[in-house]
T-cell receptor, first 114, second 114 residues
């Protein structure tokens, strides 16, 4: 079974600085998707960024970028120029091609220090 | 706003009772997913429907059932409720059968069983 591990339960960063959240996963599949979701205090799950495993280029969305290392099964999220609104729980998630289920990690709580 | 609508937002009910959670997917999305988020279990996939038919089943209890109607809205029925069923229940939707497109989450329905 696929597993997703987020080894940092909590992280903090100064406003305007850069922070990297770690995620590793275990799978025997070669084709899959990886996601980072943000869950602010409102508890809504908001998609931050997505990566297809067949793409070698790392995904970017404005201040958010990933470092996808397929051989190492690593998928870290970098947040640049951190803002107060970035404070949230961040979940890493995995999904096979053709499999409907998203498997989530346990989350990393990110605090932004003004 | 993800475009996925869930009602009710909050619900308090007694043990042994039955409740129905409702979800309207984003316009055009054919797949609906249900997830449960609890403190001890994290985010768990329950079930997926695609265009009215059950597509995949996860860790859904036998006391729980779901369906997707011709207008594509979905309902999650929870019966014989126990204290441990207290959780945030998310509905999510995507356009494709395999969820390869972006999966959008609603704001969730908070269920408290007392």
């Amino acid at each position: 079974a696929q597993t997703v591990t987020q080894s940092q339960p909590e992280m903090s960063v100064q406003e305007a600085e850069t922070v990297t959240l770690s995620c590793t996963y275990d799978t025997s599949e070669s084709d899959y998707y990886l996601f980072w979701y943000k869950q602010p205090p409102s508890r809504q799950m908001i998609l931050v960024i997505r990566q297809e495993a067949y793409k070698q280029q790392n995904a970017t969305e404005n201040r958010f970028s990933v470092n996808f290392q397929k051989a190492a099964k690593s998928f870290s999220l970098k947040i640049s120029d951190s803002q107060l609104g970035d404070a949230a729980m961040y979940f890493c998630a995995y999904k096979d091609f053709g499999n409907e289920k998203l498997t989530f990690g346990t989350g990393t709580r990110l605090t932004i220090i003004p | 706003d993800s475009g996925v609508t869930q009602t009710p937002k909050h619900l308090i009910t007694a043990t042994g009772q039955r409740v129905t959670l409702r979800c309207s997917p984003r316009s055009g999305d054919l797949s609906v997913y249900w997830y449960q988020q609890s403190l001890d279990q994290g985010l768990q996939f329950l079930i997926q429907y695609y265009n009215g038919e059950e597509r995949a089943k996860g860790n859904i209890l036998e006391r729980f059932s779901a369906q997707q109607f011709p207008d594509l809205h979905s309902e999650l029925n929870l019966s014989s409720l126990e204290l441990g069923d207290s959780a945030l229940y998310f509905c999510a939707s995507s356009i494709s059968r395999d969820g390869g497109n972006t999966i959008y989450f609603g704001e969730g329905s908070w269920l408290t069983v007392v």
